[in-house]
């Protein structure tokens, strides 16, 4: 199982002890009971919360290799395209 990463504690921390406050703020309640009642729920909130925080990698996985462009053709000059090559004679032995 893995360890909770600390934006999943902090999430999960202040969760539950905002909707605790909120919570017994709210009903006004004073009795065992109820404050149990509330604890529990603010606890299953916390949890909840904390499950639900993204789960970020501590080394990512490496990105795919980027295939190298084609390469351009290199633009000729006209005088050079156009140029004749030098006829060879064969030479006598």
Request: with cysteine; hydrophobic share 50%.
């Amino acid at each position: 199982m893995p360890r909770p990463t600390v934006a999943q504690l902090t999430y999960g921390s202040c969760t539950v002890i905002v909707s605790t406050l909120a919570m017994l703020l709210l009903s006004q309640t004073s009795s065992g009971p109820g404050i149990a009642v509330i604890a529990v729920a603010a606890l299953a909130l916390g949890v909840l919360v904390a499950l639900t925080v993204p789960v970020t990698r501590s080394s990512p996985a490496p990105a795919p290799a980027e295939q190298p462009a084609a390469p351009e053709p290199v633009p000729v000059p006209a005088s050079v395209a156009a140029a004749p090559e030098p006829v060879r004679e064969p030479t006598a032995p």
